[in-house]
């Protein structure tokens, strides 16, 4: 059965005002914000939401700005969305929280993983590079968070990564270096079929991704 989301604002670490889609869990339960990527909002990422919701878990899925119905810029303030959005589920009542961003989403996902003392997990699917979004901002701000940097820390994060090797945009191989540096506990799943945007709509992989949120959410 459908779950019911509901439309809340949430106040960003600038003070921007983010729409987002939240379905409620109990009180404690883990708590899941899915990144959508540049282009996307958080209607296209409800699917995995729900999956989320299936699993008992908290899901906040937010409009980052310059987004669907987030108003301003991809500026600088984009980093202090997605910990905003984790700042709201803890306030809400979640326990153990968790990222799952996809391409751009999958970048800020990974830097807010070691920016919020209440992850625990993270996925990325496909994500994008620093250097790649800077190009496409025109702006510098993502080359002062490298991905390299992220993910190399030993904090207790679980990292998952999951990369299509048809993936036109961003090259299977940058996350294979990623997951390479990364500590322990990481997990990482390349598909020979798919493309940058597959995986995150692909059945199975929504399906790997909460088995592995579940393991490291409640280890």
């Known amino acids: 059965m459908p779950h019911a989301a509901e439309q809340i604002i949430i106040t960003s670490r600038d003070g921007l005002a983010i729409s987002a889609l939240l379905i409620p869990g109990t009180a404690d339960a883990p708590g899941v914000v899915v990144l959508h990527g540049a282009g996307s909002c958080k209607e296209n990422h409800l ?29 600088a303030g984009m980093p202090g969305d997605a910990l905003a959005c984790l700042d709201e589920l803890r306030v809400r009542g979640a ?28 996925v990325a699917i496909c994500p994008a590079q620093a250097d790649s979004l ?25 990292r998952g990564f999951w990369h299509a090797r048809g993936d036109e945009t961003v090259p ?15 997990h990482l799943r390349v598909k ?8 995150q709509h692909d059945p199975n992989v929504q399906a790997d991704t909460i088995q592995f949120l579940l393991e490291h959410l409640h280890a």
């Open 95 to 122: 326990g153990a929280l968790a990222l799952r961003g996809s391409s751009m989403g999958g970048f800020l996902a990974l830097n807010a993983a070691v920016a919020h003392p209440g992850v625990r997990a993270v």
């Open 172 to 186: 299977w191989s940058e996350t294979l270096r990623l997951y390479s540096r990364a500590q322990q506990p990481k």
């Open 192 to 199: 020979m079929r798919g493309d940058h945007r597959s995986l």
């Open 47 to 75: 699917d995995f939401a729900e999956r989320v919701a299936d699993a008992g878990m908290w899901a906040l899925v937010p409009d980052l700005r310059g987004h669907g119905d987030t108003g301003g810029a991809m500026d």
């Open 134 to 158: 800077a190009r496409l901002f025109g702006q510098d701000w993502p080359r002062a968070l490298p991905l390299h940097d992220a993910v190399w820390r030993t904090d207790g994060v679980a």
